[in-house]
C-alpha cells in the first residue's frame, strides 16, 4: 500500500515538470545553451548587444559631463571611465582597452599629444579622437602626426557620434569648424603655415613654448606638467638652440609673438571665432 502512493506521488512530480516545460515552450534556452555565432553578444550584465567603450579623458569638467550625455544617447559606445589626469587615464586605458578615446590637448600631469602617443604605441587598434578647446589647423596636423585618427573643436560637440562612426571604421574625421582651417592651410603653402624654425621644435617644446608665451614661469610650469624645475630649463636651453635664441628674456619674447601671431591668424580663417 505504502509503495503504491510512493509511485502515485513520484509520477505527479514528474507530471508537473512535463507541464512546466510544456508552458515554457521549445524555443525557451537553458542557463548554460550556447548561443549562435550569428546572434548579437550580450554585454557583461546580460542586458543586450555589446557596446564599444570610450574613454573620456579632458581636463575640464563640464567638456566630460557633455561627452558623456552625448555617448549615453547612443546605442553603439558606453563609457569605460572618464579623468582629468593623465597617468589615471593610463591606468584607465590599460584595464579597460577602450576602442574609442576621447582626449584634451591640455590635461593635469601632461600634454594631450604626448599622451596620444602613448596610446597608439600601447594599442595601435583604439580610435583616438582629439577634442581641442579651439579650432586650429597647425595642432590639428600635430594631432595626426601623433596618432590621433580624429579632431574635433568643443563647437562640433552635435558631431561627437558621428566622428566615433568614421574613426571606428578606420577613417579619418576633422570637425566642420576645423575643416576650412586645414584646407586653407593646405592651400595656402607657406603663407599660412607657421615658420620653419617653429616646425622644429618637438611636441614637448612647443607645448612648453606656448606656456612661456602665456607668462607662466618655470616653476608653475614644472608643476603643470609634473617635472622637475631641471627639464623644463633643459627643454628651454634646447628651444634656444633651435630658434637662435642668447637668452630666457629673447624666448619669452618670440613665445609671446609667436601666441599673437597665431591668435591673428585664427581670426583672419575664421572671422567668427573672434
Known amino acids: ?12 512530480v514528474l507530471n508537473r515538470k512535463r507541464n512546466a516545460r510544456e508552458k515554457r515552450g521549445p524555443n525557451k534556452r537553458s542557463a548554460g545553451a550556447k548561443r549562435s555565432l550569428t546572434e ?10 555589446t557596446k564599444a567603450k570610450v574613454l573620456v579623458v579632458h581636463r ?17 559606445f558606453a563609457v569605460c571611465g572618464e579623468t582629468e589626469q593623465a597617468p589615471f587615464a593610463r591606468e584607465l586605458f590599460l584595464r579597460h582597452r577602450p576602442d574609442v578615446v576621447v582626449i584634451g590637448l591640455r590635461l593635469c600631469g601632461a600634454d594631450g599629444i604626448q599622451l596620444i602617443k602613448e596610446f597608439r604605441s600601447l594599442n595601435p587598434a583604439a580610435a583616438i579622437l582629439a577634442l581641442s578647446e579651439h579650432a586650429d589647423a597647425f595642432s590639428a596636423q600635430r594631432v595626426f602626426r ?8 568643443i563647437e562640433d560637440g552635435n558631431e561627437l557620434l558621428r566622428a566615433f562612426d568614421k574613426i571606428s571604421a578606420g577613417h579619418p574625421y576633422v ?16 603663407k599660412y603655415s607657421r615658420s620653419s624654425e617653429i616646425n622644429s621644435l618637438s611636441d614637448r617644446e612647443l607645448e612648453i613654448f606656448s606656456f612661456i608665451g602665456r607668462g607662466v614661469s618655470v616653476s608653475e610650469l614644472a608643476t603643470e606638467l609634473n617635472v622637475s624645475v631641471k627639464t623644463i630649463e633643459t627643454h628651454q636651453m634646447r628651444m634656444k638652440e633651435k630658434l637662435a635664441l642668447h637668452s630666457a628674456a629673447e624666448l619669452r619674447q618670440k613665445a609671446r609673438e609667436w601666441l599673437a601671431k597665431s591668435a591673428v591668424n585664427r581670426i583672419r580663417e575664421d572671422p567668427e571665432a573672434a
Open 40 to 49: 548579437e553578444p550580450y554585454d557583461m550584465s546580460g542586458k543586450g548587444p
Open 146 to 153: 601623433a596618432g590621433a585618427r580624429g579632431y574635433l573643436s
Open 1 to 12: 500500500m505504502q509503495q503504491c502512493k510512493t509511485k502515485r506521488r513520484a509520477a505527479r
Open 60 to 76: 575640464t569638467g563640464f567638456v566630460r559631463a557633455g561627452v558623456i550625455s552625448l555617448i549615453a544617447k547612443s546605442k553603439e
Open 175 to 190: 570637425g566642420a569648424s576645423v575643416l576650412p582651417l586645414v584646407l586653407n592651410n593646405f592651400a595656402g603653402g607657406p
